[in-house]
């Protein structure tokens, strides 16, 4: 017999994700919102390809925020777009992959670098509610004057404090101080700026 993990929770699927509770993530809203998110994030490659200028409107459409001289190189793959908020001058390179089932927040004059991977979603450690598709996420803060060095992967919940560098390839599983250098797997400082 299957477990009923929502019995007697009225909310929708895309209710309790907002609420950064469990949820299936087939759910055909949820489905519809990614596509339009697909949909513009290649409207915003296609555009920039032409003119970088001329597809900040494109890229201002898909995310939820973009401060002044923001520079997105596409491609950029989002699962929504519009959980993401990026603070002005801030720089990200080629091919970011920002999976915002939950807030990803990038403050002001931040350089992300190429691959960089920011991933709120989770999933539960335990076979069978994983085998049932059940789904979670955290969100991810990244302080003003941060920088992410290429191919760093940033996982849920974590918050990297303002002035801080992660090297290129950490991963990044915990919180990061303001003011620090952290690199590995998992990430670790090692030195204080």
């Known amino acids: 017999m299957a477990t009923d993990y929502f019995e007697n929770d009225p ?8 609420a950064g509770d469990h949820y299936i993530a087939d759910d055909p809203e949820i489905a519809r919102r990614q596509q339009r998110a697909v949909r513009l994030a290649d409207r915003y490659r296609a555009a920039y390809v032409e003119d970088a200028d001329t597809a900040r409107p494109v890229l201002a459409e898909l995310l939820g925020s973009v401060g002044e001289e ?5 491609p950029l793959h989002v699962d929504f777009g519009v959980n ?4 002005a001058r801030t720089f990200v390179n080629y091919d970011l992959t920002a999976l915002d089932v939950a807030a990803i927040t990038i403050g002001e004059d931040c350089q992300i670098g190429p691959g960089v991977q920011l991933l709120t979603p989770t999933h539960p450690l335990e076979p069978q509610p994983r085998r049932d598709k059940l789904e ?15 191919g760093a992967i940033v996982l849920p919940g974590v918050t990297i404090g303002n002035d801080s560098v992660i090297g290129a390839g950490a991963v990044v599983t915990k919180d990061v101080p303001p003011g620090v250098v952290a690199v590995g797997n998992p990430a670790r400082v090692v030195r204080t700026l």
């Open 11 to 18: 909310r929708t699927h895309l209710e309790r994700m907002r």
């Open 70 to 74: 923001v520079h997105v190189r596409p």
């Open 84 to 87: 993401i908020t990026i603070g």
């Open 136 to 150: 979670a996420a955290e969100p991810i803060t990244i302080g003003d004057n941060v920088w992410i060095g290429g």
